[in-house]
């Protein structure tokens, strides 16, 4: 469930690890269970992988925009 943090903020966490599987696709949802304008965002992402360049990570909104996080670096 989503906690305000220091300032006000909203913080989200997953519950649980998805598995990140050769060749396929893995997502994790998180749900903010009320309506909210996000104006800045700082995102965290703790990923354990053999091979980090193998990895693509976006960041999608509910309307479909999309911002990569990491692209196949490393």
Request: with cysteine; proline share 4%; glycine share 6%.
């Given at each position: 469930?989503p ?14 690890a998805?598995?990140?599987?050769d ?5 994790q949802a998180?749900?903010?269970s009320?309506e ?5 965002a ?8 053999s091979?980090?360049a ?9 309307a479909g ?7 196949h670096?490393?």
């Amino acid at each position: 469930a989503p906690a305000r943090g220091a300032g006000g903020e909203l913080v989200v966490r997953a519950e649980q690890a998805a598995p990140i599987r050769d060749y396929q696709t893995a997502q994790q949802a998180l749900e903010v269970s009320h309506e909210c304008t996000i104006a800045r965002a700082e995102v965290e992402v703790d990923i354990r992988h053999s091979f980090i360049a193998d990895l693509r990570v976006v960041l999608r909104s509910p309307a479909g925009t999309e911002v990569t996080l990491h692209d196949h670096a490393g």
